[in-house]
T-cell receptor
Framework: ETGVTQTPRHLVMGMTNKKSLKCEQH?????MYWYKQSAKKPLELMFV???????ENNSVPSRFSPECPNSSHLFLHLHTLQPEDSALYLC??????????????FGPGTRLLVL | AQKITQTQPGMFVQEKEAVTLDCTYD???????LFWYKQPSSGEMIFLIY??????QNATEGRYSLNFQKARKSANLVISASQLGDSAMYFC?????????????FGKGTMLLVSP
């Protein structure tokens, strides 16, 4: 595997379900990110991790719970979601979380539908 | 105020022609980076090109070039010799600062359709 991978690619869940999104990066990077992309909206940053430490929580509801067990893996735990949480969830990584020149490399995303 | 503005919701271009996608930005930070990403219908965001605020020359990557006009705060993407596979959403993004972390802010995107 190369680059950034995400599983599952598609997910349908009910509002009472609990599920997790997984992201893995094979680039040796130290920073990882979760973004939400809703229809007709710019990408919204949700969480930033640097060396497994959360450095940004962008006012995300508590029904989204991130976990970064090591610098290569990032999870997004989902519980009691709302239909408006349906979106494309993108994971990204960069060498470092600091610096204007840090390019973020994205995974293919998980398309989430909440019924 | 929006930090990244992409005024073209959609653009059409014929195969083999050049196309320019507009992007203007707003920042008071002297240190920033500008990025362009391509997002095909599959969803993955593909990094295309980067321009640093202190770079003297416009960035180029193969058929992609960035027309950086600092005084006008614009960073337009130029795609030369368009191909059918270039049909996708294109996002301009900016990263400011060099503190503990710096966030990437995206524009709303431009949908590019390349016709035969």
């Amino acid at each position: 595997e190369t680059g950034v991978t995400q599983t599952p690619r598609h997910l349908v869940m009910g509002m009472t379900n609990k599920k997790s999104l997984k992201c893995e990066q094979h680039l040796g990077h130290n920073a990882m990110y979760w973004y939400k992309q809703s229809a007709k909206k710019p990408l919204e940053l949700m969480f930033v991790y640097s060396l497994e430490e959360r450095v940004e929580n962008n006012s995300v509801p508590s029904r989204f719970s991130p976990e970064c067990p090591n610098s290569s893996h990032l999870f997004l735990h989902l519980h009691t979601l709302q239909p408006e949480d349906s979106a494309l969830y993108l994971c990204a990584s960069s060498q470092d979380s600091r610096g204007r020149g840090q390019t973020q490399y994205f995974g293919p995303g998980t398309r989430l539908l909440v019924l | 105020a929006q930090k990244i503005t992409q005024t073209q919701p959609g653009m059409f271009v014929q195969e083999k022609e050049a196309v320019t996608l507009d992007c203007t930005y707003d920042t008071s930070d002297p240190s920033y980076g500008l990025f362009w990403y391509k997002q095909p219908s599959s969803g993955e965001m593909i990094f295309l090109i980067y321009q640093g605020s202190y770079d003297q020359q416009n960035a180029t990557e193969g058929r992609y070039s960035l027309n950086f006009q600092k005084a006008r705060k614009s960073a337009n993407l130029v795609i030369s010799a368009s191909q059918l596979g270039d049909s996708a959403m294109y996002f301009c993004a900016m990263r400011e600062g060099s503190e503990r972390y710096s966030t990437l802010t995206f524009g709303k995107g431009t949908m590019l359709l390349v016709s035969p």
